[in-house]
C-alpha cells in the first residue's frame, strides 16, 4: 500500500501566498506522475498542474502564471507554491501520484493511482 499525506493548506487574503506539500509512502519502487487536483463545493473535481518523473510540468489555464508544481524524487514529495491567490482558487486540493510498488509492475508497465486525504485552501478577505 501507499499513503500520501499533505499539508499547507488554510486561509490566506487575496493576493496572498500558500505551499502546499505532499509526500507519498509505503510500498514504491516509481513515482511517475504525480498532480494537485481541486474540488469546489458543487463542482467537479479539476487537475490543477501536474508534473512528471522528469520534470515536465503541466498547468491548468486558470493558474498559469500564479501557481507552480515542484518535486523532489528523492523525498517522493510533490509541492505546489500558489502565487496571487484569488477568492476562485478556493476548493479543497488533493495531491495525486502514479504509483509503481515493483520491478515487475514497471516491467509491465503496470501504475495505480494515489490520492492523498485533501487539504482544505480557502481564499478570502
Known amino acids: 500500500q501507499v499513503q500520501l499525506v499533505e499539508s499547507g493548506g488554510g486561509l490566506v487574503q487575496p493576493g496572498g501566498s500558500l505551499r502546499l506539500s505532499c509526500t507519498a509512502s509505503g510500498s514504491i519502487f516509481r513515482i511517475n506522475a504525480m498532480g494537485w487536483y481541486r474540488q469546489a463545493p458543487g463542482k467537479q473535481r479539476e487537475l490543477v498542474a501536474s508534473?512528471?518523473?522528469?520534470?515536465?510540468?503541466n498547468n491548468v489555464d486558470s493558474v498559469k502564471g500564479r501557481f507552480t508544481i515542484s518535486r523532489d524524487n528523492a523525498k517522493n514529495t510533490v509541492h505546489l507554491q500558489m502565487n496571487s491567490l484569488k477568492p476562485e482558487d478556493t476548493a479543497v486540493y488533493y495531491c495525486?501520484?502514479?504509483?509503481?510498488?515493483?520491478?515487475?509492475?514497471?516491467?509491465?508497465?503496470?501504475?495505480?493511482?494515489?490520492w492523498g486525504q485533501g487539504t482544505q485552501v480557502t481564499v478570502s478577505s
Open positions: 495525486n501520484a502514479q504509483v509503481v510498488s515493483r520491478a515487475s509492475d514497471f516491467v509491465r508497465g503496470y501504475q495505480r493511482d494515489y
Open positions: 508534473i512528471t518523473s522528469g520534470g515536465n510540468t
